[in-house]
């Protein structure tokens, strides 16, 4: 599956605000090595860099359209690598390790916690935000048009958008199985989204993408009618915008010193 940086951008406020909201809880005064694992397109990941103002920043994605865009930001202490975040490996010890909106897409991201903890210095944090809205309209529509007789055959099996999320609560006990005081909630936004078919323009940067990269484009044009007319009766316009919820899961865990 392409990820497209200026598709996935056109919400950028509403899709960095959680980043903002995880870092407030970090409390790591001073850092000298920061990872941002599933960077995107590095807009974020820059935000690291002006936080902790002589750490050596590295933005990691598996994405050579995302690691490619976010070189618009690279320099002196900001870098960019794409790779596989469930097998990457810094170079040493690290301060911060972020990983925002990211983790939802690796199988098994969970397992991968207690690793990510190993590479902490004591006094550094790990913080990570995952969606759970996965039982929203936004994707039960988007399933249940998969598994419908039209495009079952097609898209029933392989076109499923993420690994899937973890209860919040999973999440805290992994925290605390790998040695962190464990900070989590949840928050639901309510996004106003202007426009005509505004969920579908949201979902068309992330979850709808490995469904179109399976079809063909009249397909594409086929199913996204169908999928958008869903929507609009789900997410009906209103005078001041389209309201769509979105909850999210925020964890952060802090090494002791
Ligand atoms: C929804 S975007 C989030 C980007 C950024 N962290 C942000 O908050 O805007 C998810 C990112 O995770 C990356 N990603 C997905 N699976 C990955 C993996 N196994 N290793 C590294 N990056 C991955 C995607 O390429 C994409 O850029």
Known sequence: MRWDPAVYNRYADERGRPFVELLARVRVESATAV???????????????????????????????????????AGDRLRFVCADLASWQPDGPVDVVVANAALHWVPGHVDLLAQFARWLRPGGALAFQVPDNFTEPSHTLLHDLRVSP???????AGADRTAGVERAER???????????????????????????????????????PVLSALDADE????????????????????FGTVFPFRRTFAVGHLGS
């Open 220 to 239: 594409q044009d086929e199913f996204v009618a169908s999928y958008a007319e869903a929507l609009r009766a789900a997410y009906p316009k209103q005078e």
């Open 35 to 73: 990872a941002d694992l599933g960077c995107g397109p590095g807009n974020l990941t820059a935000m690291l860099a002006a936080r902790w103002p002589v750490a050596d920043v590295v933005g990691v994605d598996s994405s050579a359209d995302m690691v490619t865009a976010a070189g618009e930001y």
């Open 150 to 156: 039209r495009w079952r055959e097609q898209l029933a």
């Open 171 to 209: 999440y805290l006990r992994a925290l605390v199985d790998a040695g962190l005081d464990a900070d989590v909630w949840q928050t639901e936004y309510l996004h106003v989204l202007p426009g005509d078919d505004a969920v579908l323009n949201w979902v068309r940067g992330t979850a709808l993408r």
